[in-house]
């Protein structure tokens, strides 16, 4: 017997590696939840950012719960030198992500592709993260014992790595010297790195163009770190840095200022436009208060004193410097001046935007905005701070502006991206090249899903998902060569969630359900009703109309803007809706019978289905060419499609109306599972019968022989029960493997496993009867085709390497 052709029954023990990825978290409401996926990929529909199989459960980065602790937006300002931006978040449990781009490797995931969404860094578990940093095509990372990683770009030597070779992986920074020294802080700036000691001593590596190394000569560069003893510096210890496109800020313990570098706008704050190549004290004394923190944009500089005054000093482009109309209109101001209109208790500087913090968490903006970096909904600048509406819903504790793009991280736990995305620096996915507000990109509240849904059945198997999380957001991912995402275009494919806006607030989106190439969400508020949109040609969508191109955006079926739905089931191109007075409609391709109106006239209008029995319907399912209901006084009907035995006859022919289950007479039905061509039927005792195609053991039964008409699936765990009105699905079936969530949480799964589908490693095996996932714990699954997406627990600790 071949590797491909083993039967594995159930009771054998999954990989140990699998509980080392996802150890069981602790039950009960209060527990951690996020989705994870496993299985074929071809068409990112398991949103990892990437189109690569999975054999195992995997955390989706988008939904893994994260409290922020650190942000970095890198890039430089659009142009002939002009480098693309990228972001990276620090959270709580010691993880980096990246996205945006990555031409020179400068998201440290291995590879030079381009990443829409966060993807972790595979950085050494050993040593605590404690800050994060980003230039104009690198990234800095400093450890808590005082180590510093680099990678991307080395141009100019700012990876302090002793050569010029770029790097797409972390390297830590041994050569000069620096290995001998504990590193407490660092900053980025285009082209260069600046580091702070714990003794209080400054090193600097890179580009020297402007004298920012520090070392007293202009031009050049250095490719390992040097420290800067020169100049006024003897004797004098430093606490906090900031670096600008080319020049530098430190500040003393004694609350004294330090620059050096470029100074073409006057950013050093000395009085004069002249470079330094030798750190010079500013003898400007703020008022005579000591100053607590600096910032530095690309040619704009701040300080922050301790009783909250905030002067700005450099380029004034677009009223960068905050002054208003006291500025007269100059392009540069060399000497440090007070911005009046705020006082504040943190403060960020971008390439050309401003961001001050005060003491109730609120946030003003000032500067440039053609990218829409203020966050203010327009393009227009300000020369004065300008409160932002994002920061009075929650406290805004972390900040980050990069060349045209700024993340925040709220005290709620929301991330927020806003200002140009052209290299999808802002995480979003397909959504946008660029956004005037904050917009969500991952969020502690918003992390847990409520509803999901996932199809795609033939073909090379593609498929696609969409989903609603507790906050109210909705995403999609995967294939959308018929525009199946509603995001109002066709592509290819996208790998990572992108918002689907349009089922977003006002509208509350309460059932979402897939087809192969369709899909369909039911609105309970605003314009109430079941939405539908993908390809149309058999009059799949239920609009009254066939139509050669797709509708690519979520398009209510008028029918019904009154009606309230209780389920919606679509197939291969055919669907079922349940209202919520137990009656059944039906509309799209009829070819094998498959609406059960006695012909095989394609419906393009939802027409009422009155079963025989004329019982009020319980529950209804889908196959791929075939349709299933149950009603309360138990009986199980069965039409369509039946050449595997997939109605449950007993026989293989067609049937273009409905038909009783003698097996299920007087059970009380009150789930149905369709695959492609294999259902069950779950009684409400909990017991599970199955029939249909079994050539990959997908009925559970422990063989592989088909069966026409419902076998009870002795070996089947009771399947959790659906929570709530419209609970998340705990059963679900795909083309040719099943996966259920037990009572007690444990996902199981049996039948194919040629893509991963099962969650067992790359063991190419069939599994006839159903088998633990061991570690998993789950409150819901959904499956198609050969994938799977579930909502699990998250263990205690974090999920670590994802």
């Known amino acids: 017997m071949t590797r491909r052709e083993r039967v594995f029954p159930a009771g054998i023990a999954l990989f140990a590696a699998m509980c080392c990825l996802l150890a069981s978290g602790a039950t009960g409401n209060g527990a951690r939840v996020a989705l994870v996926a496993w299985g074929l990929n071809n068409a990112g529909q398991l949103g ?119 790097r797409n992986a972390p390297a830590i920074v041994s050569a000069g010297g620096l290995e001998k020294v504990t590193v407490a802080d660092v900053a980025a700036g285009s082209d260069f790195v600046v580091a702070l000691t714990r003794s209080g001593q400054i090193w600097c590596w890179g580009s020297n163009e402007r004298g920012q190394l520090g070392q007293g000569d202009m031009g050049g560069f250095s490719n390992v770190p040097r420290e800067v003893k020169a100049g006024s510096l003897r004797g004098v210890k430093f606490s906090k840095l900031a670096a600008g496109s080319t020049h530098c800020l430190a500040l003393s313990r004694t609350g004294e200022v330090y620059t050096w570098g470029g100074n073409a706008q006057g950013q050093l704050g000395l009085g004069d436009l002249e470079d330094r190549g030798l750190p010079m004290a500013i003898m400007h004394r703020f008022s005579r208060s000591r100053v607590d923190a600096v910032a530095a944009g690309a040619e704009h500089s701040v300080a922050l004193t301790e009783k909250g005054e905030v002067f700005t000093f450099g380029s004034n482009r677009c009223g960068l410097l905050g002054h208003g109309g006291r500025g007269g209109g100059e392009e540069a101001v060399s000497l440090p001046r007070l911005v009046d209109a705020v006082k504040g208790v943190r403060v960020q500087a971008g390439a050309r935007a401003t961001a001050v913090g005060v003491r109730s968490g609120k946030a003003f903006v000032w500067g440039c905005n053609d990218r829409g970096q203020l966050g203010l909904g327009d393009l227009e600048p300000r020369a004065t701070p300008t409160l932002l509406p994002a920061s009075k819903k929650s406290p805004l504790v972390h900040f980050a502006i990069g060349a045209a793009h700024v993340l925040a991280a709220s005290e709620a736990g929301d991330l927020l991206a806003w200002g140009r995305n052209v290299d999808a620096e802002l995480g979003l996915a397909y959504s946008s090249t660029g956004e005037l507000k904050p917009a969500l990109v991952a969020s502690n509240s918003s992390s847990a899903i409520t509803q999901i849904c996932t199809g795609g059945h033939a ?26 995402l509603g995001l109002g275009s066709i592509t290819k494919h996208v790998s990572a969630p992108a918002r689907l806006h349009d089922l977003e607030g006002p509208k509350v989106a309460r059932l979402l359900s897939c087809g192969q190439y ?18 149309n040609y058999s009059g799949q969508l239920g609009h009254n109309y066939l139509r050669l191109g797709p509708i690519t955006r979520p398009t209510r079926l008028d029918q019904f803007k009154t009606t309230a739905f209780a389920q919606i089931r679509l197939g291969y191109n055919h669907a079922l809706g349940l209202t919520e007075r137990g009656d059944l ?19 393009t209008k939802p027409s009422r289905l009155t079963l025989p029995g004329g019982g009020r319907v319980r529950s209804i399912a889908a196959g791929a060419f075939s ?36 097996e299920l007479a007087g059970k009380a039905v009150t789930r149905l599972v369709c695959g492609a061509y294999h259902t069950f039927a779950v009684e409400d005792g909990g017991k599970v019968h199955g029939w249909g195609s079994n050539d990959h053991g997908q009925l559970g039964l422990g063989h592989t022989g088909g069966i026409a008409a419902p076998t009870l699936v002795e070996g089947a765990p009771r399947p959790m029960k659906v929570l709530g009105k419209f609970g998340l699905e705990t059963f679900a079936a795909g083309n040719s493997h099943t996966v259920l969530v037990s009572e007690n949480g444990t996902v199981y799964s049996w039948g194919r496993n040629d893509h991963g589908q099962l969650g067992v490693g790359k063991e190419w095996v069939t599994v006839t009867t159903p088998m633990a996932l061991e570690g998993v714990r789950a409150r819901g699954v959904v499956a198609a085709a050969s994938h799977n997406l579930a909502v699990a627990e998250v263990p205690d600790g974090g999920a670590g390497g994802i």
């Open 627 to 662: 349709s299933f209901a149950s009603t309360e006084d138990n009986v199980t009907y069965a039409w369509g499609y039946n050449e595997n035995g997939e109605l449950g006859l007993g026989e293989g022919y067609d049937r273009n109306s409905p038909q009783r289950l003698k």
């Open 518 to 535: 369709n899909t369909a969400a039911y609105v309970e508020r605003s314009r109430m009703g079941p939405y539908t949109w993908g390809p």
């Open 459 to 484: 073909y090379e198997q593609q498929g696609h998902a969409v989903c609603r999380t507790e906050s109210g957001s909705v995403f999609s991912w995967g294939w959308n060569a018929f525009g199946q």
């Open 585 to 603: 409609y039906v509309w799209g391709s009829n070819m094998h019978g498959q609406l059960g109106l006695g012909d095989t006239k394609d419906r």
């Open 48 to 166: 990892l950012g990437h189109t690569s199989d999975v054999h195992k459960p995997e955390f989706v980065p988008t939904f893994y719960p994260k409290r922020v602790r650190g942000l970095a937006a890198g890039g430089s300002e659009e142009g002939e030198d002009g480098e693309g931006g990228f972001s990276l978040i620090l959270t709580s449990e010691d993880t980096v992500y990246a996205f945006g781009c990555n031409e020179y490797g400068q998201l440290g995931v291995g590879d030079n592709e381009e990443r829409r969404s966060m993807v972790p860094l595979a950085l050494s578990r050993r040593e605590k993260i404690a800050k994060v940093a980003a230039g104009g095509s690198f990234a800095v990372v400093l450890t808590e014992k005082g180590r510093v990683y680099t990678w991307g770009r080395n141009n100019a030597g700012q990876l302090g790595q002793g050569d010029f070779r770029d």
